[in-house]
Nanobody, 125 residues
Framework: VQLQASGGGEVPTGGSLRLSCAASGRTVSSYTMAWFRRAPGKDREFVAA????????YYVDSARGRFTISRDNAKNTVYLQMNSLQPEDTAVYYC???????????????????WGQGTQVTVSS
């Protein structure tokens, strides 16, 4: 499956963005889909995921209540709605797809096989 991330940009503190991850080759319903991010000088960090089996969602603590991951099977696209953005959310955001993930691996980047190219999110203070 090929993944194309888009929707990044620059917003002021408190602003919102919606990231999109369009898939081709296979349907997103075949995979657990996730968003990771890498801030300057930091390791890649799990942000959110949605399982294909039961649509259960997972979030890093700093995103819970502000970010929402969702999936539109008809459009073969996964979204990350980000509200109340803070400067510490500034990063390159990547979407990823993985098959047959066990519960304990959902937040681990090594569990995901396919990755998009990344989209820059900048939150100005």
């Amino acid at each position: 499956v090929q993944l194309q991330a888009s929707g990044g940009g620059e917003v002021p503190t408190g602003g919102s963005l919606r990231l999109s991850c369009a898939a081709s080759g296979r349907t997103v319903s075949s995979y657990t889909m996730a968003w990771f991010r890498r801030a300057p000088g930091k390791d890649r960090e799990f942000v959110a995921a949605i399982r294909n089996t039961n649509s259960r969602t997972y979030y890093v603590d700093s995103a819970r209540g502000r970010f929402t991951i969702s999936r539109d099977n008809a459009k073969n696209t996964v979204y990350l709605q980000m509200n109340s953005l803070q400067p510490e959310d500034t990063a390159v955001y990547y979407c990823a797809a993985g098959a047959n993930l066990i519960q304990s691996s959902i937040t681990q980047s090594i569990a995901y096989t396919y990755w998009g190219q990344g989209t820059q999110v900048t939150v100005s203070s």
